[in-house]
């Protein structure tokens, strides 16, 4: 069994950053990639970036160079830097986990979220 917990949401104005971190507890050597989706109001859950255990990233098109993950594989902990936020990032960000090279095919693992408010 594999917990995910994160942590770093918040409010912030346009432009600003936040770090989130999403630190994962259990059969941890199972999880061979992290990342975070997200969930706006009225919308579907949005992949936006993983990372695998040897350092591979994916990133969403919308992120546009604006965020940056990594992956703390001793701490079993990846993170997300996000900066230049605007509105539009405001969502509900859920930390993801699963064995496989990706997280677009069912995760299994995931998070409670933590709220990413950017108000203009």
């Known amino acids: 069994q594999v917990q995910l917990m994160e942590s770093g949401g918040g409010l912030v104005q346009v432009g600003g950053s936040l770090k989130l971190s999403c630190a994962a507890s259990?059969?941890?050597?199972?999880?061979?990639?992290m990342g975070w989706y997200r969930q706006a109001p009225g919308k579907q859950r949005e992949l936006v970036a993983d990372?695998?255990?040897?350092?591979?990233?994916h990133y969403a098109a919308f992120v546009k160079g604006r965020f940056t993950i990594s992956r703390d594989n001793d701490k079993s902990t990846v993170y997300l830097q996000l900066n230049s936020l605007n509105p539009e990032d405001t969502a509900v960000y859920y930390c993801?986990?699963?064995?496989?090279?990706?997280?677009?095919?069912?995760?299994?693992?995931w998070g409670q979220g933590t709220q990413v408010t950017v108000s203009s």
């Open positions: 993801a986990a699963g064995p496989l090279t990706s997280l677009q095919t069912h995760p299994p693992y």
């Open positions: 990372i695998t255990v040897g350092g591979s990233t």
């Open positions: 259990g059969s941890t050597s199972t999880l061979n990639v």
